[in-house]
DNA sequence: GCAGGCATTCGACCATTGTCTAATGTCGTG
DNA sequence: CACGACATTAGACAATGGTCGAATGCCTGC
């Protein structure tokens, strides 16, 4: 059986580096790379046999945690590494709240970010640092947010698309579904934000970080 | 006759200073003062006498260049006059594009801020420091911004109702005026903003630094 | 296995939004 | 003063958005 293993950064050098990395840990997988989210999304539509994405924070196309939570929507079983030049350590917190696996900083040891993949392809979750929260490890992240975490693979990118300006037969057209889905999918969508309105959807959703560019 | 001066600042202090210099440029005038931009929207409605607002730029209930916007869509022919901590060079050319008149920093000399609230009595644009731009004196701000600096007050009205997810329905009660007209406004305001529903006229809007605070 | 929950799907029906046309009033210009 | 430009108002109609009920399929726990 065939695996492949998604490297998606803008940086051609950085994703060399990450395939090295790869290389070592499963020289049996194919190596996809991509430089823009678009393109990105495109291959994790593509490939079945996709085991693990290697997710740049800041890509072409995406703003804040957008590119997560798009890529975690379309294929929700495979596991995400966000790798982030130097944020701070609220980012991997978030990242995970939008569906990522696991957070590694580019600055850290190769040895950790290798164990981090074979960690990830194992089905585990890698030992990362979490949280330095006191004592509970609960998040007081912002109760909404949360729930955005939970929105389905489906309602994320409805959500993305009317964070686009799209109307419903837009978004019908290019998920390739009924209008009378897009329409039911809006309505969960904003029960779960507790909004009343499709533009009321839109701002709390870009408030929270949500956003594709063009 | 006489004449009211309105100084919205959400510092106390701060308002009793302003409030010294205009006893000293205009002892006739009554001074008003607010310190929310709800209360200052409120007084503006009242108050038919009103000769000029004094506007700190980061009042509560406000984000950004909002507060300057709402208060020169309630009365256009008031001039109002910003009063800001610390900003860039560059804040001082946007506040204009949102309807301000002058630009005052607060560690200005007692005698320049004297100078600009007469000026602004007198119906003159106080000379204080325009923008450093070479030569034409022409702005290089967005395009877009240009054009929600010429929305009518009742235009700019419905655009913060709408970016509070607001139905036509509720920004008709709430203006006072039919739903049809609304729907006009509406009509004006997404030509204006180079869009073609609401939803994309609130992003717009919003990411152009316009919004309202509960 | 099977019962319950949930995602996804959809059509029908009502609500909201947006366009078009047009009337009125105001303001500045020639 | 007359004229044009435009804000404001509004009704009728078309397009879009949102709710409801229901069917299907998947997965989990009993």
Redesign the interface.
Known sequence: MTRSILIADDHPLFRQALALAVGQVAPDATVLEAGTLVAASGMVAERGDLALILLDLKMPGAVGFSGIALLHAERPDVPILVVSSAEGDHAADEARAFGARGFLRKDADLAVIEDAISAALAGRTPATRRSVSSSDGASDLDPIRERVADLTPTQLKVLLA??D?Q?NKQIAHSLGISEATVKAHMTAIMRKLD??????A??VA?SLGLHLRH
Chains 1, 2 share one sequence.
């Open positions: 009317v964070l300006g109307l909004v009343s309105n499709r533009t009321q839109a701002l870009r």
